[in-house]
């Protein structure tokens, strides 16, 4: 990012700063490349000096802008995405604080689901910003592995039964609040705005759909598949959003990469999710197996599974427990399996998806959508594919 646009950037932090009733406020932005730098968005780190109530104060943050590209912006709901990440940060996230504040009695402080905190957002047209908190500065990091080992994944699935249970008790002790939040939280991101058109994700989707079926080998597993994925990716994505029994507010996009994590003698030690642009209302079951799409290697897949089935749930009854309620009440582990089984596709729809971007990460989906990539296969991948096939209608998924 050049100079001109840091400093633009840096006024309007100090804007948003003034408005929250603060005064003297400066800005320093690291040196250096850019870290943290995702998908969708553009992460800065930057040191904040301000005033307020003439207490001086300093904030160390990542300050997250939606990107300004007219043909990104036009094939994917950048705004819609920020929009969801902003309600999240800002509205449900002191929910959750606040609600673990009243069980303090309780529940131990190494037990409690930590989130960021949020300092400020700005909502105006193609100027989306949110202020995080700096977790660097806390001692997090990311995992430096490509995929998961078991403690990764333990933690990680522990972390998301406890935001499922959050929900859970939102929902039970403020059930009309729970209700509106709810209906902010729907997933109609993929709705045609007069910025976004969805067509070049219909066209992307057909031809992922395409490319992951046409490299599977076993003749019956592939008709299986083509069956039961249909011959639209975004569709199905659409259709397992849709459905599911047991409900709550999700991550959304629950994979490895968002996710920091602490560590001890290089072991992870606890964990703190990010990037809620995907959060939405739907089946707890799709957070679980969202995991398997870019974070689980075949091994732990294959030989592990239900042990990580039974790490969910050992964690969302262990935090309700502690909380003061029967874990039954809003999901027993029969209930919880077969919300997995009816979210299972998730990986792989979410897999066949996701794989062009992060093997082609320069390209815009409208440069993609008229290329040859969708027909340029890797050993790699294919076995990726068979692998999870496999395993899957080894499972009963397909």
Known sequence: MDTKNIYVIGRRVIDMFYAKGFSDVNIQFETGPAKGDGFIGVMMHAKICAVKNGKPQEFETVVKCAPNCEIFRKSMPVRSLFLREALYYTKIVPIYDNLQDQFELCVPQEMRCFLPKSYASCDDFGQEMIILEDLTKKGYSVAPVKMLDYKHAAIILRIIAKLHALSFIYEDRYPKRFREMADQCTNDYLRNTEEFEKKYLV???????EQFTSVITDGSLKERCMKALGVNALEKFKEIQNSGKVMAILHG??????????????????GIPIDFQWSRYGSIGYDFMYLFAFSVATDMRRNQFYQLVDEYYSGFK???????????????????KAEVKSQALISMVTFMI???????????LPDMISSTIYTTCTEEYKQTVNDIVVDWANLGFI
Request: charged fraction near 20%; include cysteine; aromatic fraction near 26%.
């Open 318 to 336: 262990e935090f309700l427990t502690l909380c003061g309620y029967d874990a039954n009440r809003f999901c027993s582990y029969d209930q919880f």
């Open 354 to 364: 996701g794989y062009p971007f992060f093997t082609y990460p320069g390209f815009k």
């Open 203 to 209: 066209v992307h989707g057909i031809k992922v759909m």
């Open 253 to 270: 996009d629950n994979w490895h990469s968002n996710y920091m994590f602490k560590y001890k003698n290089g072991e992870p030690t606890e």
